[in-house]
């Protein structure tokens, strides 16, 4: 398949800046694959689409303020690192800018020497490997001098750094937020699981490979770059559970679809513990084994998540319910609306 096939015409001021004051106030546009109805909602009202025995499940990994301003030592030049990774203890593979002034032996301090680094290795598209020195705990000096790693079609600046975090974020090691989540409060949440919807947890760390355009013609050759994700035993047992009482799994975002996926096309459609690196790439044609419906927001352009998305139900039905939200004035991307297909 051509990468242009999954194009689209989005006017630029769709693209939401900056998040509703009220998480839950979203819109919300529903996709029936039986009959491709499409219906206008708001996020509230997705109650109405769950029954008596479905499960939920929720991405749990949480954004880390993983871009970080220092200076180099030799020459006080400034410098950007956006966190990735982590390798080991103080290893971490980074992205910097400019890539080209960091080389191997660099050192660079941040925040007046409260955090130190020193280069030891190169990685592919402009990475590096630094090791980090400081005093106390890592993620507390990091919350102290680190910035929300936005988008970059995100150009205002957030007010409240947890704005860009799901209400049930607990697992630090993402370079960006599973946004599909960012529409749940603690109250939606209670309300559903008080229907009888079972709600378990996931974690996948979110790459910045994620949300890179596909660069590649022919879809084919497009390389997905790996994440790391983890099942619980208890999460595995009640989606097994669940699909044993023909319950639904419905998936939150792209990251929960694509940690499911793998682990039900690796143990031939059952759900384990397990925890490992997935570059998983689904694209049409692909049938599933995890999942049975889809919380997302809309996505950019010829991405590999418009992609997954087409995979779900197919590329003409999904393009021509882009069409509809961009007529009806959606919100897209990160901060934008939500859409639900069952």
């Given amino acids: 398949m051509n990468i242009e096939e999954f194009d689209f015409d989005l006017p630029e001021e769709l693209i939401a800046q900056t998040p509703l004051k009220d998480r839950a106030a979203s819109r919300l546009l529903v996709l029936n694959r039986d009959t491709n109805q499409i219906n206008h909602a708001h996020f509230t009202d997705i109650k109405g689409y769950f029954k008596h ?9 949480r954004v880390l303020p993983a ?24 290893s971490w593979e980074v992205l910097a800018k400019p890539a080209k002034k960091i080389k191997i032996g660099t050192e660079i301090t941040f925040g007046e020497g409260k ?10 598209h402009g990475g590096r490997i ?17 910035e929300m790693p936005l988008p970059p079609y995100i150009k205002e600046k957030l007010p409240e750094q947890e704005r860009y975090q799901t209400v049930y974020a607990k697992e630090e090691g993402s370079a960006a937020a599973p946004t599909a989540g960012l529409h749940f409060t603690e109250k939606l949440l209670d309300e559903i699981k008080a229907m009888g919807v079972e709600i378990v947890f996931i974690t996948l760390h979110v790459g910045l490979g994620t949300f890179r355009p596909v660069s590649a013609e022919n879809i084919d050759d497009h390389k997905m770059h790996a994440e790391f994700y983890h099942m619980s035993k208890e999460t595995a047992e009640t989606l097994n559970n669940v699909k044993a009482n023909n319950g639904r799994v419905i998936s939150v975002g792209t990251t929960s679809t694509r940690t499911l996926e793998t682990i039900a096309r690796d143990n031939q459609g059952v759900f384990v513990e397990s925890s490992g690196w997935t570059d998983i790439f689904i694209y ?13 927001n809309f996505h950019l352009p010829k991405s590999s998540l418009i992609m997954l998305v087409s995979a779900l139900s197919d590329k003409e039905t999904i393009l ?5 939200a961009v007529k009806e004035r959606y919100r897209f991307f990160s901060f934008g609306d939500a859409m639900l297909i069952l």
């Fill in 115 to 124: 955090l130190k680094a020193l280069c030891t290795g190169f990685k592919e």
């Fill in 130 to 146: 630094l090791e980090f020195s400081y005093d106390g705990i890592f993620y507390e000096v990091l919350d102290e001098l680190g």
């Fill in 320 to 324: 021509a319910a882009y069409r509809q």
């Fill in 284 to 296: 049409p044609p692909y049938e599933f084994q995890g999942i049975d419906g889809l919380i997302t």
């Fill in 67 to 90: 871009r970080l301003y220092g200076v180099k030592n030799d020459t006080g030049a400034n410098v950007e690192i956006l966190l990735l990774h982590q390798n080991e203890k103080d």
């Fill in 53 to 61: 025995g479905d499960c939920l499940v929720l991405n749990d990994t």
